[in-house]
């Protein structure tokens, strides 16, 4: 007589059972740990854990003129009525009078690489180092993501004003290398109108 063929137990079964169902919420482990690193990886790309940087700034404040505190603020937003249809040409400087004089250090600013998420800003050194006040007017920017305030309208000689020019990144869906400017007037007969500008690599 032949031997009898051994039938699998109802323990082997559930054995084996139990075994397919660890493998099956072993593969479902991987794919949610997958699912959260990916998600992780794409807000690390978008700058969601990185904090923004401090204002920067334009030349050390040790070797700049004093600020002045003569005047009131000047705010400035995209407002495209404060610029004229036709910006004024630079006129001499009369030689039997006194004269503001407009310097600058810096007209322009690369900020970089910027995340979407983030608002960043610079400051500019309005200086005077004429004989008579300076007075600012004006203060316009070319778009509405950026804003602009000058510490004081009316710098004396000796003395500056800071201009800090904020970009929101995030203000409009761009993407990449972007150019913004900023206009202000001046009572500055050589220099009557003046341009700021800076740049930026806005990442999403």
Same mark, same amino acid.
């Given at each position: #007589?032949?031997?009898? $063929?051994?039938?699998? @137990?109802? $323990?082997?079964?559930?054995?084996?059972?139990?075994?397919?169902?660890?493998?099956?919420?072993?593969? =479902?482990?991987?794919?949610?740990?997958?699912?959260? +690193?990916? +998600?992780?990886?794409?807000?690390?790309?978008? +700058?969601? !854990?990185?904090?923004?940087?401090?204002? @920067?700034?334009?030349?050390?404040?040790?070797?700049?003129?004093?600020?002045?505190?003569?005047?009131?603020?000047?705010?400035? @937003?995209?407002? #495209?009525?404060?610029?004229?249809?036709?910006?004024? @040409?630079?006129?001499?400087?009369?030689?039997?009078?006194?004269?503001?004089?407009?310097? #600058?250090?810096?007209?322009?600013?690369? !900020?970089?690489?910027?995340?979407? $998420?983030?608002?960043?800003?610079? =400051?500019?050194?309005?200086?005077?180092?004429?004989?008579?006040?300076?007075? =600012?007017?004006?203060?316009?920017?070319?778009?509405?993501?950026?804003?602009?305030?000058?510490?004081?309208?009316? =710098?004396?000689? +000796?003395?500056?004003?800071?201009?800090? *020019?904020? !970009?929101?990144?995030?203000?409009?869906?761009?993407?990449?290398? *972007?150019? $913004?400017? *900023? &206009? !202000?007037?001046?009572?500055?007969?050589?220099?009557? &109108?003046?341009?700021?500008?800076?740049?930026?690599?806005?990442?999403?």
């Amino acid at each position: #007589m032949g031997k009898r $063929r051994k039938t699998p @137990s109802r $323990r082997s079964g559930r054995k084996s059972q139990r075994r397919q169902g660890d493998g099956l919420w072993r593969w =479902i482990v991987v794919g949610v740990v997958a699912v959260v +690193g990916l +998600g992780v990886f794409n807000l690390w790309r978008t +700058g969601a !854990f990185a904090s923004p940087p401090p204002p @920067s700034r334009s030349g050390d404040p040790a070797t700049l003129l004093p600020l002045a505190q003569a005047g009131p603020p000047l705010q400035g @937003s995209h407002d #495209m009525a404060l610029i004229p249809e036709t910006t004024p @040409s630079p006129q001499p400087a009369p030689v039997d009078q006194p004269v503001p004089r407009l310097d #600058m250090p810096e007209r322009s600013h690369d !900020f970089g690489r910027v995340y979407a $998420r983030w608002e960043v800003a610079h =400051i500019f050194a309005v200086q005077n180092t004429g004989t008579a006040d300076l007075v =600012i007017s004006n203060l316009v920017t070319s778009c509405g993501c950026t804003t602009a305030e000058l510490s004081s309208s009316v =710098i004396p000689p +000796g003395h500056r004003a800071d201009l800090t *020019v904020t !970009f929101d990144a995030d203000y409009h869906p761009t993407r990449g290398e *972007v150019t $913004r400017l *900023v &206009w !202000f007037a001046t009572n500055d007969p050589t220099q009557p &109108w003046v341009e700021v500008r800076f740049t930026a690599d806005v990442r999403r």
